[in-house]
């Protein structure tokens, strides 16, 4: 099969590479801020829509307010709401006093105090939606009760079981990682031939939240090494004038040598001592939170007993959105926006100045 794809791929028209190249905030989200809180610094802001129920997106770890680009464009255009997405602290370009404070404790009261500094003591109706680490934090939230207008939950691809199995995994996965990339193109291939984000428009907007320039330029024979691996194979397919392979890596390791050098803007590796605290008792938290709660799979995942009887109870309904990878609302922004926009997940209608919303949300 693999003899087949390169022969194809090596008769392929010049011009027909994909393309790699960063897409701007601004093509998916109407404004980007700084919104200063309390007792601490600046969390920054992606939005877009000014009616009806606001949608507060959280991402994932070491994702950014991005993730949700492609995502944000999509129900915009489907139904009447605002979308709000942060960077969580530590993430994309939130500032604050203490940045390594990942706790599920301290992020949840983050959520609380940027929701009232963008609408007072009398926020609108509000749906949380988080993915992965920002599923879990969505539940802290809510079960804390940081946000009282909350509206409805949607836990996007985590489930404390399987989180919890992966923790022991989890800093194999991080070190296979490239630690550096050659360009902010570079990490958007890395990123979609990878399988970490399957769809290429979503790769092209969100990764540039994920990376940043080096402080200090490296150049190391290990450094071009990680940035090409996973990708060399795929190089080699799309070479069409004889380039040799020997070559091109002579060409990157001169580049590398050259140019400044970017890097993941969070050390996941770094924040292991907040994981178990992120998913630990997680399932009897989501269902003790009174709003209907949706729980967004991107396969057939082990439920563990608890939500596996909660299902059955219909506490809480759940939709599998096979084809995915983790990133579920990145690659595949229109099928979750359909979840959101055709079914009873928000159910509203507009009346003149008034908004009436449907309590059989989920």
Known sequence: VKMGQK??????????????????????????EDVEVENDNSKDISSSGSHGPVLLLLHGGGHSALSWAVFTAVICSRIHCRVVAMDLR???????????????????????KVVEALYGETPPPILIIGHS??????????????????????????????????????????????????????????????????????????????????????SSPGVSKSINEGI?????????????????????????????????RIELSKTEKY???????????FL???????LLLAGVDRLDKDLTIGQMQGKFQMQVLPQCGHAVHEDAPDKVSSLFSTSEVLIWSHRGLDWTYGRRIF
């Open 288 to 294: 003790s939170c009174s709003v209907p709660k949706l």
């Open 133 to 218: 680490m920002g599923g879990a934090i969505a539940v802290h939230t809510a079960a804390a009760n940081h946000v009282p207008s909350l509206l409805g939950l949607c836990v996007i691809d985590v489930v404390e079981g399987t989180a919890m199995d992966a923790l022991n995994s989890m800093q194999n996965f991080l070190r296979s990682r490239p630690k550096t990339f050659k360009s902010v193109e570079n990490a958007i291939e890395w990123s979609v031939k990878s399988g970490q984000i399957r769809n290429v428009e979503s790769a092209r907007v969100s990764m540039v939240g994920q990376v940043k320039k080096c402080e200090e330029p490296l």
């Open 275 to 285: 994981w178990e605290g992120w998913f630990k008792g997680l399932s009897s938290l």
């Open 90 to 112: 530590g993430h994309g370009d939130t500032k604050v006093k203490n940045s390594e404070d990942l706790s599920a404790e301290t992020m949840a009261k983050d959520i609380g």
């Open 7 to 32: 022969k194809k791929k090596s008769i392929r028209q010049p011009g027909r590479k994909r393309d790699f190249s960063p897409l701007p905030w601004s093509q998916y989200f109407e404004t980007m």
């Open 232 to 264: 060399i194979e795929e190089e080699e397919d799309e070479e069409d004038e004889g380039v040799s392979n020997h070559k091109r890596k002579k060409e990157d390791d001169q580049e590398v040598k050259k140019e400044s050098l970017f890097t993941w």
